[in-house]
């Protein structure tokens, strides 16, 4: 504006130096100065200088006030850049708490120092006296505050939240709640309070509680910033947890598999126990076998010479009592008998006819016909028999079959006249055994049949004399072997 000014002078005092110039110049040509041409001069002169005075003057006052505004306008401009400035002064100690604060969460996972930190950055920014967390109980589902900083401290710490409290509002509406200029009963005074939602991913895990004993403190706090730290609260917060939680189950894992490896290292132990027992007792147990095989042959061999001393005193029956043994056992065997069970077949077949010692020898070789009490004595021989060996233990299983070789199916055999399914099956067996053999054999009195004349004479008296289905299997046995 002042350049402005300067140039119009100049060009006032140009101009008139120019007209003053020119009239004289003129007049010297002329020659003819004179009174007239001079005044005329200086009167132009002059007219000139306040036409532009005038010019002049009506342009120094309108730079003038637009200058006036100009300042104005300069000064409100510094005012609203003063303001700016603090503004983004402001934005950039946010920015710095949002930044460090990431930084929290990715450099530690306990969840006192991030809601430590988290305390220090409210309180900067909010002025609170109070802070606390409380997180949901996942046992009772219901809040408890877990963290409490300021300068107040209540020792709330382990408490369950008020229902009625501005905390538990928030944690159920998952929203921010402020209550400006309220009654604070543990103050006595009014005062602000704000509770904020921790949440992630649409999950809230807590809400984070500020207060101030001053009313109206909180009215400008930038809340959507408050907001954000407590999202950046919350995440941390759920990533310590998760950290923590993965912690506590690898070590609980650890602790499994140092126990697991322990028990199974007292398994092992065991196991190379039992195997090394199942040896000795396999051991022990062939040494057992050998011992049974070793008295079994001996019984064996002491019940043949029983059975020979018989056939020693009646020459007729030579080999009879091993013939029906072996007859015997390969019928049990078709029956399907147990090993058991063909082991007391085998001692009572051969000692069937043992009692036949206590029969005069005279009776046993005669020659001709017997008489009724001849007969009446060969028929003792069972039961003798069974006296003799009824204390013998390897023998009580059977011992019944000798007593009732004589048995007939029919009930007309002897000593006791039993019938059909009343006598043992030993007895049923060796009865047929025994005729077959017999039969088959020669006799003072007769002359040996032959097999077939056995085995039909085995077929007629199949249900009278012999057990029908024993009898039956008998004669499929015999056809193997004739
Ligand atoms: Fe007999
Ligand atoms: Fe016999």
Known sequence: MKSKLC????????????????????MYYKGNIDTRAIVLCVAAVFIMEILL??????????????????????????????????????????????????????????????????????????????????FADKCSEQLIFKYEFGTIILNETGDFVDQESIVAKCYESKRTLI????????????????????SVSGETVGVIFIESGSAYSFEKLNISFLENLAVYAAISIKNAELFNNLYEQKQEIEALYEETTAVNEELNSYINQLNKTKEELKSKNDELIAYYN???????????????SIEAKDAYTRGHCQRVMEISCELGKRLGMSESEIEDLRYVAILHDIGKIGVPARILN???????????????????????????????G???????????????????????????????????????????????YRKAMSMREAVSEIERCKGSQFDPYIASEFIQLSKQII
């Not at 002078?9 to 110049?25: D, H």
């Not at 000798?402 to 099956?425: A, F, N, V, W």
């Open 7 to 26: 140039e119009l002078y100049v060009i006032k005092y140009i101009i008139m130096m120019f007209i003053l110039s020119a009239t004289l110049l003129y």
């Open 53 to 134: 005075d005038l010019f002049s003057e009506k342009y120094r006052s309108g730079s003038e006030n637009s200058q006036r505004d100009e300042v104005g306008v300069v000064k409100g401009f510094l005012h609203k850049t003063a303001g700016m400035r603090n503004e983004l002064k402001v934005k950039n100690e946010e920015l710095k708490a949002l930044r460090d604060i990431s930084e929290i969460i990715t450099s530690t996972f306990e969840v006192k120092i991030i809601t430590e930190y988290i305390y220090e950055i409210f309180n900067k920014f909010a002025g609170c006296d109070r802070y606390l967390i409380a």
């Open 179 to 198: 209550a400006l200029n309220s009654f604070i009963k543990s103050r006595n005074t009014a005062g602000d309070k704000i509770a904020i939602p921790l």
């Open 294 to 308: 070793e008295i079994h042959t001996a019984y064996l061999q002491t019940v043949t010479a029983l059975s020979n």
């Open 366 to 396: 005669k020659q001709g016909k017997l008489t009724d009490d001849e007969y009446n004595d060969i028929k003792k021989h069972p039961l003798i028999a069974y006296n003799i060996l009824k204390d013998v233990e390897f023998i009580k």
């Open 398 to 444: 059977g011992l019944d079959g000798i007593l009732q070789h004589h048995e007939r199916y029919d009930g007309k055999g002897y000593p006791y006249g039993i019938k059909g399914e009343g006598i043992c099956k030993l007895g049923r067996i060796l009865c047929i055994a025994d005729a077959f053999d017999a039969m088959t054999s020669d006799r003072p």
